[in-house]
Nanobody, 119 residues
């Protein structure tokens, strides 16, 4: 069964940290560009971070630059999003997305994990 499963979300105080994980089953991540998106209530889903395949170059939304880091562990078939210095405006459902580096229509989404930043 092909799927992406996110984990690591939760409730954290402002200034705190969380690490999200996205593990693939049924396919290998190293041939996919991986993205993290987020969607706050009543708002559009926005791209937060990207790590490309091949090469591993990364990009970040301006709102998270310097605070979030995307990385991948091909041996574990997992992508991570390390989130530091969290702010209330980071509260959202975070989604993992995989896009094949040659066939853009070959894409998968995870079910999402809730991140809530609140005191």
């Amino acid at each position: 069964q092909v799927q992406l499963v996110e984990s690591g979300g939760g409730l954290v105080q402002p200034g705190g940290s969380l690490r999200l994980s996205c593990t693939a089953s049924g396919f290998t991540l190293y041939t996919y560009t991986m993205n993290w998106y987020r969607q706050a209530p009543g708002k559009e889903r926005n791209l937060v971070a990207t790590i490309r395949s091949p090469g591993g170059s990364t990009n970040y939304a301006d709102s998270v630059k310097g605070r979030f880091t995307i990385s991948r562990d091909n041996a574990k078939n997992t992508v991570y999003l390390q989130m530091n210095s969290l702010k209330p405006e980071d509260t959202a459902v975070y989604y993992c997305n995989a896009v094949h580096f040659l066939i853009a229509t070959n894409t998968y989404w995870g079910q999402g994990t809730q991140v809530t930043v609140s005191s």
